[in-house]
């Protein structure tokens, strides 16, 4: 079993920054593939950023590629996402997830990850 609480969120305008950091517990993290997903009022959960459980494979939307970095540090059981350049349309509950099945790889479907984080707001200003 893993538990997920995400933090970092916030307001920011328009080309900052924001890291969000998600703590997890359980001994099933350091094996498990670890997701960031994002949803906004009115639309469904989408895949933003996902990477394997050695940090060898990383994944990212082609809305944030080259923005967006997903890292991981296993021994302090922790998951990140760091995001530049940030858009009004980056705006949205980010949620972390993870994915116990043990992959080489990483899923990018929302469907494959068991466990999920209450989510951080980013709201990102004009």
């Known amino acids: 079993q893993v538990q997920l609480v995400e933090s970092g969120g916030g307001l920011v305008q328009a080309g900052g920054s924001l890291r969000l950091s998600c703590a997890a517990s359980?001994?099933?993290?350091?094996?498990?593939?670890m997701g960031w997903f994002r949803q906004a009022p009115g639309k469904e959960r989408e895949f933003v950023a996902v990477?394997?459980?050695?940090?060898?494979?990383?994944a990212y939307a082609d809305s944030v590629k080259g923005r967006f970095t997903i890292s991981r540090d296993n021994p302090k059981d922790r998951l990140y996402l760091q995001m530049n350049s940030l858009k009004p349309e980056d705006t949205a509950v980010y949620y972390c997830?993870?994915?116990?099945?043990?992959?080489?790889?990483?899923?990018?479907?929302?469907?494959?990850?068991?466990?999920w984080g209450q989510g951080t707001q980013v709201t990102v200003s004009s």
């Open positions: 997830a993870a994915d116990p099945t043990f992959r080489t790889r990483a899923s990018t479907r929302a469907s494959e990850y068991n466990y």
């Open positions: 359980g001994r099933t993290f350091r094996t498990a593939a």
């Open positions: 990477i394997s459980w050695s940090g060898g494979y990383t």
